[in-house]
């Protein structure tokens, strides 16, 4: 977690002529930026840095590929490196390796930059509303990146960020974890709500920002992306194991409504389905960051397909026919059809960060679990009918019950967001879904990891892995 300024703004030094998130792979850029006022040039560059990072981490094998493995979504079956195998299904993440160390220097390096840039916004030669404006949307990519870091160690605690860049932050539990991204994002939130709804961020956003039905270079925008985020960690604050707060399945249906345009349950329109926040991938040039789950080596887990709906669900459109590839005993035949190298296109395909189609899902599992299964099951047959080969073929969902609304929830989730990030995962583990007796083992002594341990180097800064416990506060 400890970062030079040279490395802290080596993530920030804009390619030149660029329109998108690119950025210059240089190891002693200027840090210029970091001192006197802010300039509108310092603004987009500080700004685009932090969202350039927070890609990186996406990017990253654990966030897409690990979690995906975990979640028994795919496999990645390589004969010359077996621990995607055997340090997922077959055996435990090592701390000090690229599956146990992945997916945490990359999150904290966003963070740093999201505080620099917080921190110097106010000596800003932009107007007050454009600053608050900038405020609230740096928050929320902060919290964001605090989210995915939770999402991968879960109940084994986080770090936080000191602003002491000499001082080693404490491991912190996961409710805390949420609480504090809860507060992060609603702090943003007032800072969207001064700027005003219709002030525009001093700076042009990635296309990932613009490009997909909504422009989040506004305000109104921000605020919807802000609320859908945050309802999402109200969701799961809800159902935290550590320390539920049932209160807030009906906080996030609120939120969640907020973040959809106040649409009644079931009346979203599958035309914005789409529509949302998503990573841009750049592949070769100077940046080389193209989509990692382009990967001949990767194929999908044979369980996710045969639980498809093969006959009467269109979402069966993700998944192709391929060579066999094996390896340590796991087998597979399917690909899917982002993992395909035959098709060049996906070295650039998107991949959503928070979308409409998941916000209605999330709100239909806040439903449920807040004993609403009328609207719940209004909500998540807005999405399961679209995905009908025809109207009807996919049988409504008319869950009574807790149980039953949570196996829709499950599998709706899945297919709809495959590939997408660890949702699947969050989700089995929010459930207890993922251990022995429940999910079918993938070999003997197969442990059903569900989170990556904290890496070497946190623990041996901290006195070694006995004092690893997370704090609650």
Not at 98 to 123: D, E, H, M
Request: net charge neutral; hydrophobic share 40%.
């Amino acid at each position: 977690m400890k970062k030079s300024i040279a490395a802290l703004a080596a993530g920030l030094v804009l390619a030149a002529g660029c329109s998108d998130t690119i950025v210059s792979n240089v190891n002693s850029p200027s840090s210029d930026a970091l001192k006197g006022a802010l300039s509108p040039t310092d603004v987009q560059t500080l700004t685009l840095g932090v969202l350039a990072n927070d890609r990186a981490l996406a990017r990253e094998t654990s966030y897409l590929i690990l979690t995906a493995i975990y979640a028994r979504d795919v496999y990645r079956i390589d004969p010359n490196e077996p621990r995607y195998v055997t340090e997922t299904l077959l055996g435990s993440a090592d701390p000090g390796g690229f599956s146990g160390s992945g997916g945490w220097t990359n999150g904290y390096v966003t963070i740093r930059a999201a505080n620099t840039l917080l921190a110097k916004l106010p000596t800003a030669n932009v107007p007050v509303a454009q600053q608050q404006a900038t405020a609230g949307f740096v928050r929320t990519i902060k919290a964001l990146e605090y989210y995915r870091l939770l999402e991968l160690r879960d109940t084994l605690g986080i770090a936080m960020q000191p602003q002491d860049e000499a001082a080693v932050g404490p491991i912190i539990c996961k409710t805390t974890g949420l609480n504090y991204i809860a507060a992060l994002l609603d702090s943003a939130n007032a800072d969207l709500t001064a700027a005003g709804a219709g002030t525009k961020l001093p700076l042009a956003l990635p296309s990932g920002f613009t490009a997909f039905g909504r422009d989040y270079g506004t305000v109104s925008n921000i605020v919807k992306f802000n609320r859908g985020l945050k309802g999402k960690v109200d969701l799961y604050r809800a159902l935290d194991h550590q320390a539920a707060k049932p209160a807030l399945f009906a906080t996030a249906i609120a939120e969640l409504t907020q973040a959809l345009g106040g649409a009644a349950p079931g009346t979203v329109s599958p035309s914005t389905f789409k529509t949302g926040v998503y990573l841009t991938f750049v592949a070769g040039g100077t940046e080389n960051s193209a989509n990692p789950i382009d990967d001949s080596r990767i194929g999908v887990n044979p369980k996710a397909y045969q639980a498809l709906d093969t006959i009467n669900d269109t979402r069966k459109a993700k998944f192709i026919d391929r060579s066999t590839i094996s390896g340590n005993g796991i087998t597979t035949s399917k690909n899917y059809i982002g993992a395909s190298t035959a098709n060049t296109a996906n070295l650039t395909n998107p991949v959503g960060i928070l979308r409409d189609e998941e916000l209605v899902l999330l709100r239909a599992q806040a439903y449920y679990e807040n004993g609403d299964f009328v609207n719940g099951n209004l909500d998540l047959n807005s999405v399961r009918s679209f995905y009908s080969a025809t109207p009807g073929a996919l049988t409504p969902v008319a869950a009574t019950n807790i149980t039953a609304a949570r196996a829709a929830v499950l599998y709706e989730k899945r297919y709809s967001l495959f590939f997408e990030g660890p949702q699947r995962l969050v989700d089995l583990r929010a459930y207890g879904q993922l251990k022995a007796g429940i999910t079918a083992p993938e070999g003997a002594g197969d442990p059903f990891n569900n989170a990556f341990p904290i890496p070497k180097g946190e623990a041996d800064v901290r006195g070694g892995r006995q004092n690893l416990t997370p704090v609650c506060s």
